[in-house]
Every structure is written in structure tokens, then in C-alpha cells.
T-cell receptor
Framework: SQTIHQWPATLVQPVGSPLSLECTVEGTSNPNLYWYRQAAGRGLQLLFY??????ISSEVPQNLSASRPQDRQFILSSKKLLLSDSGFYLCAWSLMKGSLLGYGYTFGSGTRLTVV | AQKITQTQPGMFVQEKEAVTLDCTYDTSDQSYGLFWYKQPSSGEMIFLIY??????QNATEGRYSLNFQKARKSANLVISASQLGDSAMYFCAMRLAGTYKYIFGTGTRLKVLA
């Protein structure tokens, strides 16, 4: 069965420090991978998605970046965190290919980031 | 532009009663999918139910059903026989055929009262 791992679960980082959040998927190959951010009490904002190794699409310009060094690994990074980067970060994968609409996301358990 | 609107920021329901969470969507595409997700206080996002734009029957999954009214562009979630464990944030989402990303609404926080 497919599983998705995301870590760490909680992170407190000072302003200006770097960030690296990792997400890995097991039990599937060539998934579409996503990073979302959820500000407190708000909806989900798509940050990045990837349809293959080294292929990253950015949805929102900001000081975050994403990389996909392996098929089932997706990393969210920042060189210098801002206070506004605080939030709940969710990784997700999906096998939606072409017109197969019935595949929803499977989400990781999330990382709660507080920038202080 | 595609958009999902959830107009109820918060809802209360008595345990064992049914509740409807509203969702309207906006798209000019003919082929799309509509999804509902549940987010408990722990933060994980749980997939609940899916409705395709060409599906003629409303989707059902256990106590969850999706009231799909295509002409009105609405995809309301109905939870029957509410349980205390249903207290959570609920998100409606849409994906257009041939695209990779989902568009989420702002969510509805449901509180089930004992």
C-alpha cells in the first residue's frame, strides 16, 4: 500500500535561518507531488508541484524553493525564513494521470512551522 | 477563473442529526472533479468523497453523500447521523481535467454537539 511520510512534525526556527522539510512516498512510482501551506484558520495555498524528477512548478513567488532529487522525494527549502513563513505545511501525492479525475490527494501528516 | 466558495465559516450540529456543508464552484470547463476533505485538529487531511462532472448519480460513501447540482454549480456535502468525531474542518476542492492542481475552498469548521 502507498504511504507518505513527512517530517518533522513541528519546527520552531528563528527568522533568517534556513529551512528544509522532507516528504517521501512509498509504494508507488512517478507520483505527482505537491507542497501546500495553510495559514492559521485559513485554506490551503498551493506552493509547488512536481510531475517528475527535477520538474518543479511554482505557484506563488516567495522565498521558498522546492526540489525533487528522486522520484519519491520532495523537499521544501528556504535560505532565510521570514515571520510570514509560519504555517502548516502539507505534502501530498496523487496518481492522477491525464483525464483520470477520480484520484484525490493523499496528504502527509504535516509540519507545523513557527518562525520566531 | 476557477474558484471554490464555501460560505459557512462555522457550523454546529447536534449529535445524530444530519448536516449539509455548502460548496459552490465556478468553472467554464465541462470536465472536472469535485472532492471533499476532512481536517481534524491534528492537521491531517482525509479524503472523503469524489464526484465527477459527468456522473449522473450523487456520490455516496458511508455516512457521506455529495448533493451535486450541476446547473447550480453546487456540490454540497451531507453528513448523516453526525458523530462527535465528525468535528473538524471540511474543505471542498475541484480539479479540472488535464490539470495537475486542485483548487480548495476556505473551509467550514463543523462542531458536533453532544
Amino acid at each position: 500500500s502507498q504511504t507518505i511520510h513527512q517530517w518533522p512534525a513541528t519546527l520552531v526556527q528563528p527568522v533568517g535561518s534556513p529551512l528544509s522539510l522532507e516528504c517521501t512516498v512509498e509504494g508507488t512510482s512517478n507520483p505527482n507531488l505537491y507542497w501546500y501551506r495553510q495559514a492559521a484558520g485559513r485554506g490551503l495555498q498551493l506552493l509547488f508541484y512536481s510531475v517528475g524528477i527535477g520538474q518543479i512548478s511554482s505557484e506563488v513567488p516567495q522565498n521558498l524553493s522546492a526540489s525533487r532529487p528522486q522520484d519519491r522525494q520532495f523537499i521544501l527549502s528556504s535560505k532565510k525564513l521570514l515571520l510570514s513563513d509560519s504555517g502548516f505545511y502539507l505534502c501530498a501525492w496523487s496518481l492522477m494521470k491525464g483525464s483520470l479525475l477520480g484520484y484525490g490527494y493523499t496528504f502527509g501528516s504535516g509540519t507545523r512551522l513557527t518562525v520566531v | 477563473a476557477q474558484k471554490i466558495t464555501q460560505t459557512q465559516p462555522g457550523m454546529f450540529v447536534q449529535e445524530k442529526e444530519a448536516v449539509t456543508l455548502d460548496c459552490t464552484y465556478d468553472t467554464s470547463d465541462q470536465s472536472y472533479g469535485l472532492f471533499w476533505y476532512k481536517q481534524p485538529s491534528s492537521g491531517e487531511m482525509i479524503f472523503l468523497i469524489y464526484q465527477g462532472s459527468y456522473d449522473e448519480q450523487n456520490a455516496t460513501e458511508g455516512r457521506y453523500s455529495l448533493n451535486f447540482q450541476k446547473a447550480r454549480k453546487s456540490a454540497n456535502l451531507v453528513i448523516s447521523a453526525s458523530q462527535l468525531g465528525d468535528s473538524a474542518m471540511y474543505f471542498c476542492a475541484m480539479r479540472l481535467a488535464g490539470t495537475y492542481k486542485y483548487i480548495f475552498g476556505t473551509g467550514t469548521r463543523l462542531k458536533v454537539l453532544a
